[in-house]
């Protein structure tokens, strides 16, 4: 059984920061594609950063430069460093993997930012 375990939201200031961890069983972690994505309130979720092995990753234009995604194979972990918070960054944020052919959701965290 497949299992993506998200941890670290919260609500936060405009400006700070938070790191959101998201620890995966039951599949091979060093061959699966990891990805954060996020939905707002009434909009579609869109992908916020993924990562296919170290250091090949992919950004959302809104948060590059101010997030950054990274993986620990060794703790079938991959981690959303978020800096410089704004308020449109409110969202519930979902971990992906993406492991041959199938897509895997973690339960999903809400991000708060206040202005």
């Known amino acids: 059984q497949v299992r993506l375990v998200e941890s670290g939201g919260g609500l936060v200031q405009a400006g700070g920061s938070l790191r959101l961890s998201c620890a995966a069983s039951g599949i091979v972690f060093s061959l699966a594609v990891m990805g954060w994505y996020r939905q707002a309130p009434g909009k579609q979720r869109e992908l916020v950063a993924d990562i296919i092995r170290v250091g090949t990753t992919n950004y959302a234009d809104s948060v590059k430069g101010r997030f950054t995604i990274s993986r620990d194979n060794a703790k079938n972990t991959v981690y959303l460093q978020m800096n410089s918070l704004k308020p449109e960054d409110t969202a519930v944020y979902y971990c992906?993997?993406?492991?041959?052919?199938?897509?895997?959701w973690g339960q999903g965290l809400q991000v708060t930012v206040s202005s």
């Open positions: 992906r993997g993406s492991y041959f052919g199938n897509e895997y």
